[in-house]
């Protein structure tokens, strides 16, 4: 993986990028550009489209309200992340964006909200988590971008789902203590992981979940963890012994 500049600002734009072709800002973006990071005409920045990797650009007409950016040299290629979708109960506004934040941070492939019966939240802002994992990525150097799906119940994500991809999901009644050896004894492929919602999963629930033969159960230790909190412990885990935090030999 290229190691990349801290120091740069990065910007998302969601057109194609390649040497000498402009790109046009939204009004939002050259907000951005002129007014809180104020730049110049002739200034560079680091632009990425979660396809064609990371390019350094040039501002170029340059008004008062508007501006464009001119690729110049591509400095990094698309990286991809792991192969892990994120299942998830939707939280309230705040902790959910610090959820999707974090889970983008984490490398997943697909955010997916999943209605539980104890799910709180009534309705989930896709716009608001796509927006949210846009700046993450642009803060944390990420080229991918995950992709946002619509919310489902949970019965039928589990009766639609494709069994060549386990679900690791967190749930305190797990049988066994050790969750690094539960994930160790997992054949290779794709995962997702999948965190309930506050209250846990109901009975019939932890029930539908545990006779499926594509899913598996992990404890996260000895404490109750908010659903937040558990993302990320939960996607960690995972990343050190089943994804891209492995050591590579």
């Known amino acids: 993986m290229a190691i990349h500049d801290f120091n740069a600002e990065r910007l998302f734009v969601d057109a194609p990028l390649a040497a000498g072709v402009a790109v046009q800002c939204t009004d939002d973006k050259a907000h951005y550009?002129?007014?809180v990071l104020r730049l110049k005409f002739g200034d560079a920045i680091l632009v990425f489209n979660g396809r064609e990797g990371e390019w350094r650009a040039q501002l170029t007409d340059v008004t008062k309200r508007r501006c464009s950016l001119l690729p110049e040299e591509q400095v990094r290629a698309q990286e991809?992340?792991?192969d892990l979708v994120y299942l998830f109960a939707p939280l309230k506004r705040s902790r959910l964006d610090y959820m999707v934040q974090k889970a983008v941070e984490?490398?997943?492939s697909r955010l997916q909200p999943v209605f539980t019966q104890r799910t709180v939240a009534?309705?989930?802002?896709?716009?608001r988590m796509r927006a949210n994992a846009i700046e993450a990525a642009e803060q944390c150097g990420i080229l991918r971008i995950p992709e946002v799906s619509e919310p489902?119940?949970?019965r039928a994500l589990l009766d639609a789902w494709d069994g060549n991809r386990r679900i690791i999901f967190c749930d305190e009644a797990a049988d066994q203590a050790d969750a690094v050896a539960i994930l160790s004894g997992l054949a290779p492929g794709p995962f997702a992981v999948l965190i309930g919602p506050e209250g846990g999963f109901a009975p019939e629930e932890r029930e539908a979940l545990?006779?499926?033969t594509f899913t598996t159960a992990i404890p996260l230790g000895p404490r109750i963890m908010r659903a937040d909190t558990a993302a990320v412990a939960a996607l960690a885990l995972v990343n050190a012994v089943l994804g891209d935090w492995k050591a590579v030999k």
């Open 33 to 35: 550009l002129l007014n």
């Open 122 to 127: 009534e309705r989930v802002n896709l716009d």
């Open 152 to 154: 489902v119940a949970l």
């Open 80 to 82: 991809d992340g792991p």
């Open 106 to 108: 984490l490398g997943v």
């Open 210 to 212: 545990n006779t499926r």
